[in-house]
Structure formats: structure tokens, C-alpha cells
């Protein structure tokens, strides 16, 4: 019972949308309907500036990190504690609280897989800068930092459910990314640092 009590908090946890909190509080809008239409960081950074930003990806990345240790703290198996995570996830995509209309989930998920692995956290980050240094777009280092995920996981934890569920957010970030992706096979997605 524990264990489906805290996955019922992780996507608790997940719906509550640090993006569209924040923009309300600043008299912003809603970012689903502004910029990209993400409720995400690099919308409100658009939106809002840096310190919209800054409150959104914290906010989103404790959504992530916060079920998780509880859920170690609580001493769940690694398949509940993947579960755990998987929720959270899905609650930033889907938001009980805000129409089932979230964002994509870069943050709570790179919060999920550092509660999960540190080292498999850093991992996810430095793919994902790296990405975007060199090509400078959010999209595509999300994708294939998300895609290195499940591999960052084996190699550092040998643990094959939080593995299984890091490749099922993999697969999600592909699937709310379809519109980025044909972006980028267009060469129209937006590069960072431009509008």
C-alpha cells in the first residue's frame, strides 16, 4: 500500500504545473497559450525572463526529486521507486490539476533521474548541454539526452525497472517532441538565443 500511495503523490506531485503557477503569479498568462504553448522553463523564459525561468525549472525539477526520495526514504524496491518516478513524469505531461494539458517534461525528468542515480542525473545534464552548445537546440538535446537515459542507468545502477522506465520517458519526450522533430528535419527549429 505504501508503494501505490507514493505513486499516487509522485503524479500529485507532477500536476502541479510550476510553469503556469509562476506565470500567474506574474501576471503573465497561460504559456500553453503564449510563445511555444509549453508551460515549460524555456517558454517562460520567453514570457517572462530569467527569473520566470529559473522559478519554473526549479519548481519542475523538485517535482521530479522530491517523490523519489521519499520513496528511497521509505525503502521501496527499485520497480516501485521507477514507478514513482514514471508518475511523476506523467504528472507534468498530463496535470490532474490544469485539463490533463502539461508540458514535455524535461525538468521533472531530469529531477527523476537524479533522485533515481546521481551520477545518472549528471549524466542526463552534461548530454544535454552538450547538445545544445553544439547545436543549440533545447529540442534535440532533450531528445538525445533522454535517449542516453536508460543506457547512463545500466551502466552506472544495473537496475533494469528504473532502466525499463527511463526508456519509456524516452519514448514520451519523442512523442510530445513530433512537432519539434519535423522542425528540425525542415531546419525550422528555432536555435537558443533567437525567437
Known amino acids: ?16 504545473s510550476t510553469g503556469i503557477i509562476v506565470a500567474r503569479l506574474m501576471g503573465l498568462g497561460d504559456p500553453r497559450e503564449d510563445g511555444s504553448g509549453n508551460p515549460g522553463a524555456t517558454n517562460l523564459l520567453r514570457l517572462g525572463g530569467r527569473s520566470a525561468a529559473a522559478a519554473t525549472l526549479l519548481g ?17 524496491s527499485d520497480g516501485l521507486l521507477a514507478l514513482v518516478g514514471l508518475a511523476a513524469f506523467l ?47 533545447s529540442s534535440l538535446a532533450a531528445l538525445i539526452s533522454f535517449a542516453l537515459a536508460p543506457v547512463y542507468l545500466l551502466l552506472f545502477t544495473d537496475a533494469w525497472p528504473l532502466a525499463a ?31
Open 165 to 195: 522506465a527511463a526508456a519509456g520517458m524516452a519514448l514520451l519526450t519523442i512523442w510530445r517532441h513530433k512537432g519539434n522533430i519535423q522542425r528540425i528535419a525542415r531546419g525550422e527549429e528555432p536555435r537558443i538565443g533567437r525567437r
Open 1 to 16: 500500500m505504501t508503494g501505490v500511495f507514493m505513486i499516487f503523490i509522485g503524479y500529485l506531485a507532477g500536476s502541479l
Open 91 to 137: 504528472g507534468h505531461l498530463y496535470p490532474a490539476f490544469f485539463g490533463f494539458r502539461g508540458g514535455k517534461g524535461i525538468a521533472t525528468g531530469l529531477g527523476v533521474f537524479v533522485a533515481w542515480s546521481w551520477p545518472v542525473g549528471l549524466g542526463v545534464l552534461l548530454s544535454w548541454l552538450a547538445v545544445a552548445v553544439l547545436m543549440r537546440m
Open 60 to 76: 519542475d525539477g523538485l517535482k521530479g526529486v522530491l517523490p523519489v526520495l521519499a520513496g528511497h526514504a521509505l525503502g521501496l
